[in-house]
């Protein structure tokens, strides 16, 4: 039972490469998020997607990109990577529910510095 | 803007009661979640509550709603080494989105 799978754990880039951030959940969710956490704080809303071929953005979009192109993968671009990026991103999903409950399963996350 | 506050610290004796306190700004909350965070690990969710509730139980936690003060609390009791970890306290925010507003988290030091 994997739930939401989040690759790689850790990585380290310099500035101005790029990467991706790869996210799956098995559970046929429909809404998924981007959320980035810096030390000592809560997390922030980076995107979101409501079902496969529908993005948003959140909070703190500016330099990353997504994409859904099916309901399991939820991928994180970071373009020109740069310091203000050192990060700890985390991957969710959640069902389509009634009202406004909205139980979010996280993936492990993803560590990432920028030097 | 919404806006969710935690106290940063909290440490106690194993076998004592914690409780954790969170505060919110948005009086349109209508569901309102404690997550666990251990350490290099992601969130998990621990409980929620719904706005028409004062109170839920749940084995070891009790989560209580002041919907006036807009005050959510969360209730561990005899507390063990492994519940140290961060307390985040989240609410929904939009409905479109369906995203969660976090706290900065509570850090619950267990000490034996």
């Known amino acids: 039972n994997a739930g939401v799978t989040q690759t790689p754990k850790f990585r380290i880039l310099k500035i101005g490469q790029s990467m991706t951030l790869q996210c799956a959940q098995d559970?046929?969710?429909?809404?998924m998020y981007w959320y980035r956490q810096d030390p000592g704080m809560g997390l922030k809303l980076i995107y979101y997607s409501v079902g496969a071929g529908i993005t948003d953005k959140g909070e703190v979009p500016n330099g990353y990109n997504v994409s859904r192109s099916t309901t399991e993968d939820f991928p994180l671009r970071l373009e020109l990577a740069a310091p203000s990026q050192t990060s700890v991103y985390f991957c969710?999903?959640?069902?389509?529910?009634?009202?406004?409950?909205?139980?979010?399963?996280f993936g492990a996350g993803t560590r990432l510095s920028v030097l | 803007g919404e806006d969710v506050e935690q106290s940063l610290f909290l440490s106690v004796r194993e076998g004592d009661s914690s409780v954790i306190n969170c505060t919110y700004t948005d009086s349109s909350s209508t569901y309102l979640y404690w997550y666990k965070q251990e350490p290099g690990a992601g969130l998990q969710l621990l409980t929620y509550i719904f706005s028409n509730m004062d109170m839920k139980q749940d084995q070891r936690l009790t989560v209580l709603l002041n919907k006036k003060d807009k005050h959510l609390s969360l209730r561990i009791a005899d507390t063990q080494t492994g519940d140290s970890a961060i307390y985040f306290c989240a609410e929904t925010s939009d409905m479109g989105r369906r995203a969660l507003t976090f706290g900065s988290g509570t850090r619950l030091q267990v000490q034996p």
């Open positions: 969710a999903s959640s069902y389509n529910e009634n009202g406004q409950k909205n139980i979010q399963y």
């Open positions: 559970m046929n969710h429909n809404y």
